[in-house]
């Protein structure tokens, strides 16, 4: 093991997660602790997820391999946060030695100071599990030595009131919390200001934005408005929006912000109007098709990628063929797609008329092949075009004999590979490519000057 002041940092999950990790990795950096590989850190933390499928198992296979990289020595503090930990909360304590924080969703916030507090304290264990009544602003953590790359996640809301019946998260992350939005203002700018050209604005049901008590009167809109509007940056996105919150303003914000890019995660979930209201979701396929519609219409070049779950409880072979299409008619360029499984806690594991997962699996790989074919002609139709990559670093692809070195993103939020100097750092620059060629989920580009078949069509 290395010096006291070292930590590793395992990550499960989503976006929300990934961001939580890297606030605490800078919080902890901020104290003087510096990242180390898990065989030698002294602190050791999981950030948990509890969306995917055996959640429980995830951890708790993680907190064995710990145990196995670290020898079970007692010195290494282990500390488990997020939703599994909000979930199984003290009962951590008793199935792992090692473990000696368990910090929920709201008490991450404290867990900067909690683990300095353990490390003095060796006897001692804490359990940060309490729910606030508003959102916990956590103190600022500045990317080391102020840089902090082209990409930028900024939490605007935590929680949700939606209470789907699959989910979980209403349990595991408490009640929708509204940040206030001065603060998002001023984060955005410190990541701005740390060379951030790009930012997603983060959140389980963003479009709820300022609908509750939490909230400062800034809706959702309007906050999209204000942080396009911050001098440096170049492209807006955000996620999750839920199809029944999003407002006209909403929509119209596709049309009026040059920054907000045109790309949209739109949980579907399903096509069937009884499933959709068994899962709670609160709206019908008519209204989803509605949506689609109107976001064309403010901004007819949207790309629009989804979430599915098939054989949720009761789902019948004609309430999956109306998946098939509405995912056809929607068009959706990519979609994440998994069969339902019981979430302790949540509504529909009381469900009957479970389906068998031999059923669950051939709809899910029927659903993902209309996809396949979707992606790649939604893909194949980008050949040809011009757009601009922001440039996030090194391309982990290697194509032999075609040298593609860097990685960007276009506008709509699709890798692309692209041959650059290989000798200079790219990384934040934005790049005017021609499309050349598509793979299974990513594009091949070529820089735009270079290219002998730079094309009329230009996509931004
Ligand atoms: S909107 Fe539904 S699926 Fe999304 S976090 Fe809230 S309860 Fe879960």
Known sequence: MQGKKTFHIITFGCQMN??????????????GFREAPLEQARVVVVNTCSVREKPEQKVMSALGRIRQATGGDSRVLVCVTGCVAQQLGTSLFAKEQQVRLVAGSDGIANAPQAVERLLEEPELRLDLLDFTQHYVEREPAPAPGGKGGPLAYVNIMQGCDNFCAYCIVPFTRGRQKSRNSKAILDECRTALAEGAREITLLGQNVNAYGRDSSGDNVSFAHLLHAVAALPGLTRLRYVTPHPRDMSSDDIAAFAELPQLCPRLHLPMQAGSDAVLARMRRRYDSTAFLHLVEALRKARPDIALSTDLIVGFPGESEDDFQETLRMVQTCGFMSSFSFCYSDRPGARAVLFPDKIPAEIAQDRLLRLQALQDKLTSAWLWGRTGTTTTLLIEGRSPRDWPGEGLGWQGRDPYGVPVHVKLAAEKDHTGQLVPVVITEAKKHSL????????????????P
Request: aromatic share 4%; charged share 35%; net charge positive.
């Open 18 to 31: 990934v961001r939580d990790s890297q606030w605490l990795g800078r919080a902890l950096m901020a104290r």
């Open 444 to 459: 091949l580009a070529q820089r735009l000057e270079e290219s002998p078949q730079a094309s009329k069509r230009h996509r």
